[in-house]
DNA sequence: TCAAAAGTGTTCCGAATACACCCATGA
DNA sequence: TCATGGGTGTATTCGGAACACTTTTGA
C-alpha cells in the first residue's frame, strides 16, 4: 500500500472555481479567457495551483478573490477531477469548487490577470465551447447548485440581508426555470420557520412590502422547496 | 492566475476509501493498522498514493482490491481533504471515496500488506482512536451513507441480487438505528416501483418469502424513505 | 384614479403514519 | 400443533397543489 514519502511522483494539483450569480434575471456563471496554451483563447472556468503552505479553501477563496475582488461568499467544495489526460500538460488533479455570489459583490469590476485577457459572465443557458474537461466540471455544478436550492437556505446568500418574499421567489424562478404560485410559496417559505420580520421597505410607488432576514440558528438541511418537472 | 507548469512543488496525492459494510447487525468500516510512522501502530481508513498513470476512481479500485480482494462494489467519491498540516510528513492532498460491500464478497480474508500489520472492521460505535485527519474523513463518511440510503437506492448494494422485503427493512433498521413499521415499510418500498417479483424462497421452516430483485433501469436518486429522528 | 406589486384563504388530493391479526411452512 | 417469520388493510393526519381577488402606496 504505502512506500516511502516521496517514492512516486507527484500530480500538479489545481483548484476551479465555478462562480455563480444571478443577473439580468439570469443564472450566470463567471468564466476566464485562457492567454496561453493549451486552450489559449478558450474560455475556461477559473482557477489556478494550490499552493504547498495554503489548504483547498484558502487557495480556492484566493481564486475567487483574484478573479472578482469579493470575499465571505457562499463556497463549497464541489468535486475532484483527477482523469490521467485531463491536462495535455501533464498529471494536473483539480479540486472543484462552487461559489454564489449576490448581484452587488458582483457589480465590482472583473479584472484580467496575467494567464487571462478577459473575464466575463456567461448565462448558463449560453456557454461558449470550454477548455480541458471544464463542460463537464459546470454540468456537475449545475445539478448541485440546482440540488442547493431544493434542501438548503443558500439561496439567501444570493439576497441582501433583508429582503422581500418576492425577491426569493424570483430568485428560485430563475433557477428552476419554472413560475410558483405565489401563495403556496409565501406559505411554504413562513412555515419553515427560518424568517425572522424585518420592517417595511419604504420609497415605492406600491404597496411597501415586509421585510425579512434569516434567522441565526438554522440547521443545515431545510427543505426548502420540493420541485417536480 | 496560472504559471508556467511546473512553477510550483506539487504536494503528495493520496486517496482514502472508508469502506462500509452491515455485518452482525452493525454497521462496520474496514481499518488497518499503520507499520510505520508516522501514527505507527494506529487504526487509519485505508489508503494510498495515486500513481502518475491512474485516475482518482481507478486508484481508489487498486487499494480496495489490495486491502479486501474485492472489486466491483458501489463506490463514489466523498470529499478531498486539503489542509496543510493534516500529514507530519509533508504537503498531502487525499481524496476520500466511500465504498459499500455486501456480507458475502466482505467475508473473503482481508490480508495485511507490506505498510499495514492488521486489518479487521470496526463496528461504527467502537472506533478505536484514528490516524491524521481520518475522524473527520470518517464523521464525513457516515452523514453521506445516511443520506445515501434515505434518497437512493444503495442499500440494495449491501444486498443479493435476490432479496426479500424483511432483508431490506433489516438493512435501514441497521443503518438508522430505528425500527419501522412492517406495514409502512413495504407498502412504500412496493409503490416505488423499483423492485420485480423474483420467486419464492425455499427450504425455511417457516412461510417462504417472496423475492425481489431491483429493476435495472431506475434514476439516480429515488427518494426512498424519510426519515425523522 | 390608476398602475404596480403586495398580500391573503379554502378546497382537494395524495402520501405518511398508526395500528393488530391471520398465514404458510417445517420441525 | 407449535414456533417462526411472512404477509396484509383501514382510518387519520399532514403537507402540497390549484386557484382569484383585495389592499396599499406613489405617481
Redesign the interface.
Known amino acids: 500500500?504505502?512506500?516511502k514519502?516521496?517514492?512516486?511522483?507527484?500530480?500538479?494539483?489545481t483548484v476551479d472555481v465555478v462562480i455563480f450569480t444571478v443577473k439580468d434575471k439570469e443564472l450566470k456563471v463567471l468564466l476566464?479567457k485562457r492567454k496561453?496554451e493549451p486552450f489559449k483563447n478558450k474560455w475556461a472556468i477559473?482557477?489556478?495551483?494550490?499552493?504547498?503552505?495554503?489548504?483547498?479553501?484558502e487557495a480556492t477563496k484566493r481564486?475567487l478573490f483574484?478573479?472578482t475582488g469579493v470575499k465571505d461568499v457562499y463556497l463549497e467544495?464541489l468535486?475532484?477531477?483527477?482523469?490521467?489526460d485531463r491536462d495535455p500538460?501533464?498529471?494536473v488533479?483539480t479540486?472543484a469548487y462552487f461559489a454564489l455570489i449576490s448581484l452587488e459583490k458582483a457589480a465590482q469590476k472583473l479584472r484580467a490577470?496575467?494567464?487571462?485577457s478577459e473575464v466575463a459572465w456567461f448565462p448558463i443557458s449560453k456557454l461558449p465551447e470550454l477548455a480541458f474537461d471544464h463542460a463537464k466540471i459546470l454540468e456537475y455544478a449545475k445539478k448541485r447548485l440546482r440540488w442547493k436550492f431544493e434542501y438548503t437556505t443558500v439561496a439567501f446568500s444570493l439576497l441582501d440581508k433583508k429582503f422581500t418574499l418576492s425577491e426569493v421567489q424570483k430568485i428560485y424562478e430563475i433557477i428552476f426555470q419554472k413560475k410558483f404560485d405565489k401563495r403556496n410559496f409565501r406559505k411554504k417559505l413562513l412555515s419553515l420557520n427560518i424568517l425572522e420580520s424585518a420592517g417595511k421597505e419604504k420609497e415605492v410607488s406600491h404597496r411597501p412590502p415586509q421585510l425579512f432576514s434569516l434567522k441565526k440558528k438554522i440547521g443545515e438541511i431545510v427543505e426548502i422547496l420540493k420541485v417536480q418537472d
Open positions: 500500500m504505502e512506500k514519502f516521496d517514492d512516486y511522483p507527484h500530480p500538479a494539483v476566464v496561453n477559473p482557477g489556478g495551483f494550490v499552493r504547498m503552505n495554503e489548504s483547498l479553501e481564486e483574484e478573479e467544495q468535486y475532484s477531477f483527477g482523469e490521467v500538460r501533464g498529471r488533479i479540486i490577470t496575467t494567464d487571462v
